[in-house]
């Protein structure tokens, strides 16, 4: 069964400081993997998109690594800023369908 | 140059009642997708509709639940004889060409069965 799970659930963490979302995928055969920012009451927004022979993809303070061997991504987040809080989803899109498989979120928090 | 817009932005209902969500693609876009989010759940997919044209409906509940995207119009997801479970918040998405191009997303309606 194809699945995306996501770590941690939740974050805590001060302004300024960085932090690194992990992403594991069962998805195969594998298309792209994209990490989107939610905020609440919000629709998520596109932060990063990465084909399977990307290794890195950075937009601003967020770089995104992945590791299609072992089937991780991770979203790390430099010099955190209050407007960072929100929830960031891996998705994944396989070969075969025309649907994207979403993980559950990790909510992040940052605080003054 | 508007992005995808959902109305309305939150739906109240009381069991039995019937649901309509409304969705306008960004200009250009002759792709919707609609996606549903339970409390604490990832965003699951539900259908792919071109124009007047539905291309994947694997996501879509059996029974209760349709979409269309006519000609003229917003997409509509309509929900019949609605029940507390169909309490979610619906999103809409939509891509200029075909589903590999990126989904741009709406800001989705919270619908509250009663």
């Known amino acids: 069964k194809n699945q995306v799970e996501q770590s941690p659930q939740s974050l805590i963490i001060l302004e300024g400081k960085n932090c690194t979302l992990q992403c594991n995928y069962t998805v195969s055969p594998f298309s792209n993997l994209r990490w989107y920012k939610q905020d609440t009451g919000r629709g998520p927004v596109s932060l990063t998109i990465?084909?399977?022979?990307?290794n890195t993809k950075s937009n601003g303070r967020y770089t995104a690594t992945l590791d299609a061997d072992t089937k991780q991504s991770s979203l790390h987040i430099t010099a955190s800023q209050l407007s960072d809080s929100a929830s960031y989803i891996c998705?994944?899109?396989?070969?075969?369908?025309?649907?994207?498989?979403f993980g559950k979120g990790t909510t992040l928090s940052v605080s003054s | 140059n508007a992005g995808v817009m959902q109305n309305p932005r939150h739906l109240v209902r009381r069991r039995g009642q019937e649901a309509r969500l409304r969705c306008s693609p960004m200009?250009?876009?002759?792709?919707v997708y609609w996606y549903r989010q339970l409390p604490e759940e990832g965003l699951k997919f539900m259908v792919y509709l071109q124009k007047e044209n539905i291309i994947d409906e694997s996501g879509m509940p059996k029974e209760r639940f349709s979409a269309e995207f006519p000609k003229e119009g917003p997409s509509i997801l309509r929900i019949q004889q609605v029940v507390r479970g169909d309490s979610a918040a619906y999103f809409c998405?939509?891509?200029?060409?075909?589903?590999?191009?990126?989904?741009?997303f709406g800001p989705g309606t919270r619908l509250t069965v009663l």
């Open positions: 990465m084909t399977f022979s990307e």
């Open positions: 998405a939509s891509s200029a060409t075909s589903s590999y191009n990126e989904q741009f």
């Open positions: 998705v994944v899109r396989d070969q075969a369908g025309t649907a994207l498989i």
């Open positions: 200009k250009g876009h002759s792709h």
